[in-house]
Structures are given as C-alpha cells and as structure tokens.
C-alpha cells in the first residue's frame, strides 16, 4: 500500500492537465529511475509524487513544502529513488538551475547517508555537518538506521538540529527511512516528530513485493523455456 499526503502543493501550475503532469512525472521515471516503470504500481505512486516534487523543488518554486519524507519497510526502492533524484539535482544544466534562484546564483546540492553524521560531535558541527546543513537541494538517506550505541541521545539530538536548520536555511529536503510515519515519536522525540510532519509532504510505501524480490521473480521468469 502507498499513500501520499501533506501541506502545500506538490504540483505544476493549474494549466497544465493532469494527463500532462502524469506524462512529466512518467518521463521523468523513465529518464531517471526505468527501475520503477516496471515495479510495484503502488510503488509508483511514491515514484511519480517524488519525480514531481524534484521537479519543482530544482526550480525553487514556491508554494511547494520544503521537505518530503518517503517512509517504508526496507526494499521498497527509498534508496534508489533518492539516488534518482540527487542524480537528476547534480546532472542539471547550469541555466536549467541558476535561473530560479536568487542573484541567478548555482543552487548547492548535497547528498548524504544520514547514519555518516547522526553521531557528530558538537565541537565538530562546523565542519560537515554544517555544509549538508546549509546546502539548497538536500537528500538524507536512510534516516533511522543510525544506532545508538552508547545511549548517549546524539543521534536524536542531531536530527532535531539538522531538521531545525534546514527550516532556518529554507532548503529543499528529501528524507528516506524505515521508521513508518506511526512510529517517529517512539523512534526519536516528539520535537523530531513534529518537525518532519511541519509542512512536509508525506509519502508512506509498503508495497506487496520487495524490489529485491520482484528483481528475482523477473529474473526466474526470464529464464523459463
């Protein structure tokens, strides 16, 4: 099951038909991540709302939420999704980016696993940490696979300060992780939980089949007589 919600609108401009939306969202998967054209269709639903919201986020568009957040069961294609779209972020001509952007100036693009820096020290948040951080287009993957294992609170605390400094900073974030939307105040705090939901755009994927196990069965019927 997939499903996609959130405050602000994570769409093109009213003129554009819906079947003409569906057409960029579709040729976007098809240039960026083929992988998803042939998987799950509720997978797709993830696939086409990220696609859009890339779009529109490399165009600095307002209106549109600052940070989207894909939640779901390891194997649903969080990862290879995020690579699509920091892919497509890097890949973009200087003019197709710089245009929408103040003083026509390159947009920063980073992207980064976040269990690297979920336990940075404070003496040393002005190094890396700070460039993800001040970054204009940013994708933090794997959220939530970071372990504690000193019980020392960082991580969480980390996070708190990322997610308060990408809403300072005014950013463009796509988050990945496993922890389901249900589960974020028992994983982390309730400050954490309240940040990612705070103009965010949702979306939550637990498709039927793992992409490791369709990649499998495509694979066994390939080889049939």
């Known amino acids: 099951m997939s499903s996609s919600r959130g405050k602000g609108d994570v769409s093109t401009p009213s003129t554009i038909s ?23 269709p509720q997978v797709r639903v993830m696939g086409t709302v990220v696609a859009r919201w890339a779009m529109l986020a490399v165009r600095n568009t307002i209106g549109l939420p600052k940070l989207m957040v ?16 920091h892919r497509y972020w890097w890949s973009l001509p200087f003019e197709a980016k710089a245009e929408h952007w103040p003083g026509n100036a390159m947009p920063s693009v980073h992207s980064c696993a976040w269990s690297k820096i979920a336990d940075t020290p404070i003496e040393q948040k002005g190094g890396y940490f700070s460039d993800v951080a001040a970054s204009d287009l940013l994708v ?5 696979t970071e372990v504690d294992q000193f019980k020392t609170g960082r991580p969480t ?19 990945t992780t496993n922890v389901l939307e249900n589960e974020w105040g028992e994983k982390w705090e309730a400050r954490v939980a309240d940040r990612l939901l705070r103009k965010s755009h949702i979306c939550e994927c637990n498709p039927a089949m793992s992409f490791s ?11 049939e007589p």
Not at 140 to 144: A, I, S, T
Request: charged share 35%; aromatic share 6%; net charge positive.
């Open 140 to 144: 933090l993957d794997d959220v939530g």
């Open 70 to 85: 894909v939640c779901g069961r390891s194997g649903c294609g969080k990862s290879l999704m995020s690579r699509a779209v």
């Open 18 to 40: 819906p079947e003409e939306k569906r057409k960029r969202s579709d040729g976007w998967l098809q240039r960026n991540c083929p992988e998803f054209v042939a998987y799950d």
């Open 213 to 223: 196990q369709l990649h499998r069965k495509t694979n066994n019927k390939a080889q």
């Open 157 to 175: 605390e980390n996070l708190r300060e990322m997610l308060e400094r990408r809403h300072t900073r005014r950013g463009f974030t796509l988050i």
